[in-house]
């Protein structure tokens, strides 16, 4: 299996922060990861797929990268709306495997 | 636009079977184009992805529940259902179902369905 190593598990951060979360492959997955963003246990939203290509409706202030088997979600700059749980996915092989989540709260 | 909606018992007794049914509107699950998944999420803690169905009937399962699940499909009804066996405590959780196309990720997904495994 592939395991998805995510980081950190919890940040504080104030509104207009650029904030960054990543996410390691224990193995290479090539592009095939996704970020989503859930609030309050609700269902978990798509952000970008493929490591760095955007859904359609998620604001600009979210990008993703891919350095090797490194992920990278950023927010530019924190918005309210944007404090939530973020879980990464990769989905090159089974099983599908996603990360441990990161949360992100108001400091 | 595709929704998905999970149904089913909200409690069941450790060591029986757990059912789900996720129903599928404006979309069909024969298209050749999408997997239909289940994930959970025990309260409080992270997604676990269960398993997922082709329309053409392959079934992809996590390792770690293989023994015990079965994903099934009924085209004549527009959805795929779940079955977990043997349940225990450790299966209480969020049960959701979504789509995946072919080198997409999990969109969209259903509203979630909480199912408790006590006596």
């Known amino acids: 299996d592939i395991q998805m190593t995510q980081s950190p598990s919890s940040l504080s951060a104030s509104v207009g922060d650029r904030v960054t979360i990543t996410c390691r492959a224990s193995?290479?997955?090539?592009?095939?990861l996704a970020w989503y963003q859930q609030k309050s246990e609700k269902a978990p939203k798509s952000l970008i797929y493929?490591?760095?290509n955007l859904q359609s409706g998620v604001p600009s202030r979210f990008s993703g990268s891919r350095s090797g088997t490194d992920f990278t979600l950023t927010i530019s700059s924190l918005q309210p709306e944007d404090f939530a749980t973020y879980y990464c996915q990769q989905y090159n092989s089974y099983p599908l495997t996603f990360g441990g989540g990161t949360k992100v709260e108001i400091k | 636009q595709v929704q998905l909606q999970e149904s089913g018992p909200g409690l069941v007794k450790p060591s029986e079977t757990l059912s789900l049914t996720c129903t599928v509107s404006?979309?069909?699950?024969?298209?050749?184009?999408?997997?239909w998944g289940w994930i959970r999420q025990p309260p409080g803690k992270g997604l676990e992805w269960i398993g997922s169905i082709h329309y053409n009937g392959n079934t992809y399962y996590n390792p770690s529940l293989r023994s015990r699940v079965t994903i099934s499909a009924d085209t004549s009804k527009n959805h795929f259902s779940l079955k977990m066996s043997s349940v225990t405590a450790a299966d209480t959780a969020l049960y959701y179902c979504?789509?995946?196309?072919?080198?997409?990720?999990?969109?969209?997904w259903g509203q979630g369905t909480l199912v408790t495994v006590s006596s």
């Open positions: 404006g979309g069909s699950i024969s298209s050749s184009s999408y997997y």
């Open positions: 493929a490591a760095s």
């Open positions: 979504a789509r995946r196309a072919y080198g997409d990720p999990f969109d969209p």
């Open positions: 193995q290479s997955i090539n592009s095939w």
